[in-house]
């Protein structure tokens, strides 16, 4: 079984902090995807990496970055976090084979205080 | 630019009633994939279905069928004798074929199925 993993189900920040959100996937998968989970909006896509050290923006990338320095491991970053980050994050991963959908980890709820 | 519309913010149904779930969607790909996920309240999404867009065959797997049709740019979920194990958040999304496969998802419909 694929398994998509959050290093944390619940965090709580303070404003102006880094933050830290790590997402690991056990299939040798190329593509990985962070999105956030808000009420009425639906899963909106924030980046996505296509291998190691590559990366795209996906539609509200702003105030985030990513890095992907293994193939495993797909980090999303908040430079300065800001209370309208607070939101449920949602990592995926899946085999570039075009039959192929996306697994989804648990989701790490982030609060910024 | 591609969009899903769920309407139905919330359904509230009792159980073995059947129910049904609508998308609507928006793209200008003449080829793309459709998808139903379902986030149970433990969070995770779990993947229920994928429609490529040459296929307008309807699907049925059990209790679920899905309803897609091209002319109107639907792709409808009805669980036939709900349970209360199916209440969740329901989404509907669509991506490219080519590359990343990037996915964009409705608003959701939570379900909420009473015993």
């Known amino acids: 079984d694929v398994k998509v993993t959050q290093s944390s189900r619940y965090l709580v920040k303070r404003t102006g902090e880094k933050v830290f959100l790590e997402c690991v996937q056990d299939m040798d998968h190329e593509n990985m995807f962070w999105y956030r989970q808000d009420p009425g909006l639906g899963l909106r896509l924030i980046y996505f990496s296509y291998d190691v050290k590559m990366k795209e923006k996906g539609d509200i990338p702003e105030g985030y970055s990513v890095s992907r320095e293994k193939k495993e491991r797909f980090s999303l970053i908040l430079e300065s976090a800001s209370t309208n980050q607070t939101s449920m994050y949602l990592c995926a991963s899946r085999d570039r084979d075009y039959n192929n959908e996306q697994f989804f980890g648990p989701g790490t709820r982030l609060t910024v205080l | 630019a591609q969009k899903v519309t769920q309407a139905q913010t919330e359904i509230s149904v009792v159980e073995k009633e059947d129910v049904t779930l609508d998308c609507v969607y928006e793209?200008?790909?003449?080829?793309?994939?459709l998808f139903w996920y379902k986030q149970p309240p433990s969070g995770e999404l779990v993947f229920l279905i994928r429609r490529n867009s040459f296929d307008e065959q309807n699907e049925i797997s059990g209790r679920y069928s899905w309803n897609f049709q091209k002319s109107t740019s639907s792709f409808n979920f009805t669980i036939t004798a709900s349970q209360v194990v199916d209440s969740a958040v329901y989404f509907c999304a669509l991506s490219e074929i080519q590359g990343a496969q990037k996915l964009v998802f409705g608003q959701g419909t939570r379900l909420t199925i009473n015993p």
């Open positions: 793209t200008r790909d003449t080829t793309y994939y």
